[in-house]
């Protein structure tokens, strides 16, 4: 078992960069930003988290991750707490984690809302083509591969791609 005088909460954070999303396994939970605290007292642990949305089916796997990550460290008493306010925001994610999801192929988050006029009297959110970086793309649907992502396609390149919706 580590001592608990060796070990602090930023040794902690820094092994939990080694835990990635299940749906975006590029991601850290650190690049997502849903690790909101780490404490270590005695011989626990203890990890809170935030889902991205709630009810996230991820959010379980994340949760074994940690803690297996931790059980291989030695650690034994671990305590994973879910906490749903404040909510998850799109703010929280890195710019790393933005940067890896426009390398995946997963056009990032905007950080403000850009709107551009594509449709007579429709508006709508101009998304950057994480292909070829054109603005000239269409909402194929409100859901992609998973519920925190819509699914767009690039009018230049004719790729389609996955946006990760602001919220």
């Not at 991205?52 to 291989?72: N, Q």
């Not at 709508?124 to 925190?148: L, V």
Request: include cysteine; proline fraction near 7%.
């Amino acid at each position: 078992m580590p001592s608990t005088i060796n070990i602090s909460s930023q040794s902690i954070w820094s092994l939990l960069e080694q835990v990635t999303d299940p749906e975006v396994p590029v991601l850290s939970i650190l690049d997502l930003g849903i690790v909101r605290d780490v404490k270590v007292a005695d011989d626990q642990v203890e990890i809170t988290i935030t889902p991205t949305y709630s009810g996230c089916p991820a959010m379980d796997v994340i949760s074994m991750s940690i803690r297996m990550l931790l059980l291989e460290q030695g650690f034994k008493n671990i305590v994973i707490k879910q906490v749903l306010s404040p909510a998850w925001t799109t703010d929280w994610m890195s710019e790393a984690g933005k940067e890896k999801l426009r390398a995946y192929g997963i056009a990032p988050p905007n950080p403000v809302q850009q709107v551009c006029n594509t449709k007579l009297f429709a508006e709508e959110e101009a998304i950057a083509c994480p292909q070829c970086g054109s603005f000239n793309t269409r909402r194929i649907s409100e859901f992609g591969s998973t519920a925190c992502k819509s699914l767009y396609q690039c009018n230049d390149c004719q790729e389609p791609f996955d946006y990760f919706k602001c919220h």
